[in-house]
């Protein structure tokens, strides 16, 4: 059965510096797609990045970069340059299929609460 | 930009009542998605239907849980007798034909009193 596993219930960066966000899956497909979405305290789900398996080059989106290390089932999610904007809940997902247009549900991690301060 | 509207924001029953949460999709979607997150987990899948048509409800709980997605109109999901484990925030996402990607609503927060 597919899993998302995200171990970090929380974590704190300091303005302006990286921040690397952990995510580890398991699935015994071959073609699957990887995302990470932003939750701030007002609740909406904001997409920020997707990775397909088959995807040889690392899926960035402005300060997200996604570390994509298919042998070690991880796509851990990178934050440059952290803005105080950046605070928020960060979930990681998993869909079967590749392609950002194959549609079938995601399953969520239990997410990462991250804390920018000054 | 009519993005995936969900109303209420907020609702509160108490136990018993029926709770009806509606979703109207974006422009020239067709193909709408329930979640459902608890307090402090990830969203987890519910409901996948097309206009008229359940797809796959296999994250539905089998009793009390209903949904639909009419020709004309939003989704909607409708919760009978909900309890106290009902409280919940609901998303709502769409996308277009079975080939496009998701957009997510901004929920429907469930109280149950």
């Known amino acids: 059965a597919q899993k998302i596993t995200q171990t970090q219930p929380g974590m704190f960066v300091q303005e302006k510096e990286a921040v690397t966000l952990d995510c580890t899956y398991d699935t015994s497909d071959q073609s699957y797609g990887l995302f990470w979405y932003k939750q701030p305290s007002s609740g909406e789900m904001i997409f920020l990045i997707y990775?397909?398996?088959?995807?040889?080059q690392n899926a960035t989106e402005g300060r997200y970069s996604l570390n994509f290390q298919k042998a070690r089932k991880s796509a851990n999610l990178v934050i440059s340059a952290s803005q105080l904007g950046d605070s928020a809940m960060y979930f990681c997902a998993m869909r079967e299929g590749v392609g950002f247009y194959n549609t079938d549900k995601l399953i969520f991690g239990t997410g990462t609460r991250l804390q920018v301060f000054p | 930009n009519a993005g995936v509207m969900q109303n209420p924001r907020h609702l509160v029953r108490r136990r018993g009542q029926e709770a009806r949460l509606r979703c109207s999709p974006m422009k020239g979607h067709s193909h709408v998605y329930w979640y459902r997150q608890l307090p402090e987990e990830g969203l987890k899948f519910m409901v996948y239907?097309?206009?008229?048509?359940?797809?796959?409800e296999s994250g539905m709980p089998k009793e009390r849980f209903s949904a639909e997605f009419p020709k004309e109109g939003p989704s909607i999901l409708r919760i009978q007798q909900v309890v106290r484990g009902d409280s919940a925030a609901y998303f709502c996402?769409?996308?277009?034909?079975?080939?496009?990607?998701?957009?997510f609503g901004s929920g429907t927060r469930l109280t149950v009193v």
């Open positions: 996402a769409s996308s277009p034909k079975d080939r496009g990607g998701y957009t």
């Open positions: 990775q397909g398996s088959y995807d040889e």
């Open positions: 239907l097309q206009k008229e048509n359940i797809i796959d």
